[in-house]
């Protein structure tokens, strides 16, 4: 049975772990061919044996690349356009949770650092893929946001200040490339269940002088389904986005949040 991204061409950053790699398997289980990327290349065996485990090929590529550093986003689009001479797709997934800290016991480096990765990556990464959209009159970029772009999440301004600074980036892109058909749309996810909300609520509970499961209830006790994200939710909103189906959706920030946020 033929897949929604069949033959289509899809970058995924950062689908090592967690959401990347659920939307990674997810856009290759719909018929994608894939370029996915790392900081370290090697992080990326657990995706492709997930890939691997759909029977559906290996037409894969993998990458090295940081995000934040303009050279190495340059050598992905380098890669990916050797490979498979054209993209449909980007995905712009790669972040870091930043500080759990008050804004005045955050240090200028660390700040700096989680707005490079989680503001100044999409920027780059759009930025060296949008030209080739442009030209062949379509494509789909896809950023991942989170609902801390949209509602305070106390301890974590550098990020939640990144978070919004993608949903103004994406709307603008939007308007922007619409004239060439090309969309540009956001994905909210609200707390995923895995490692990483896992050291966010230890470190929440510690700040709070609270237990883990009262720090944790701060993120489930205000969601109507009252319970955490499942990353495979997020990849079946990005597979969506990148889809025929959502040809006339663009500057929307989706949210997958289990009712958390509704704006």
Known sequence: MAGRLDDQVVVVTGASRGIGRAIAVAMAAEGARLALTAR?????AGTLA?????????????????????????RLGDAVEARFGRVDTV???????????????????????????????????FRRFV???IAQRSGSL???S????KRPLPGRTPYAAAKTGVIGLVRTLATELGPFGVRANTVCPGAVDGPRIEAVIREQARQRGVGEEEARRAFTDSSPLGRLVRAQEVADACVFLAAPQSSSITGEDLNVTAGVVMY
Do not use: K, Y
């Not at 370290?40 to 990326?44: G, Q, Y």
């Not at 997934?93 to 100044?120: K, M, S, Y």
């Open 142 to 144: 896809i950023a991942i």
């Open 40 to 44: 370290d290349e090697d992080t990326l």
């Open 91 to 125: 995905v712009a997934n790669a972040g870091i949770a930043g500080p759990t800290l008050a804004l005045h016991e955050i240090g200028l480096a660390e700040w700096r650092e989680c707005l490079a990765t989680d503001l100044d990556g999409v920027f780059l990464t």
């Open 131 to 133: 030209p080739a959209l």
């Open 146 to 149: 989170s609902m801390t772009g």
């Open 50 to 74: 997930d890939i691997d485990g759909l029977g559906l090929g290996d037409d894969v590529l993998t990458v090295a690349c940081d995000v934040a550093d303009e050279a190495s986003v340059q």
